[in-house]
């Protein structure tokens, strides 16, 4: 087995031990978060809607219109909506492009 040099030593452990810092440090933005979350549903508001808002707003609209095309093409396909409103929508990413 082979052993590492004193600094390469050293530089590993502070690695090591910033990385365990980082995660502490994660660990306690997730209960903020969490804590947040908690805070807005006490207050009435919807928090899957919340989530799912988030998760949007870190899309680029032409992505977020391409999910949605292709959401609406599969809903169409399993019968969840009407063929007018597949047009409507294939009208709106045609004229998006």
């Known amino acids: 087995m082979t052993t590492l040099q004193a600094s390469t030593q050293n530089q590993l452990r502070q690695f090591i031990e910033q990385i365990e810092r980082l995660e502490e440090e994660k660990k306690a933005i997730g ?9 807005a549903k006490a207050l009435g508001f919807d928090v899957k809607a919340m989530k799912k808002i988030i998760q949007l707003r870190k899309k680029s609209q032409t ?10 093409v ?4 399993l019968g969840m909506l009407d063929g007018a409103r597949l047009e409507t929508m294939a009208d709106e990413m045609l004229a998006a492009e």
């Open 74 to 77: 599969y809903m169409h396909a």
């Open 31 to 39: 209960g903020d978060i969490r804590d947040k979350f908690a805070e």
């Open 63 to 72: 992505e977020r219109q391409e999910e949605e095309g292709i959401l609406e």
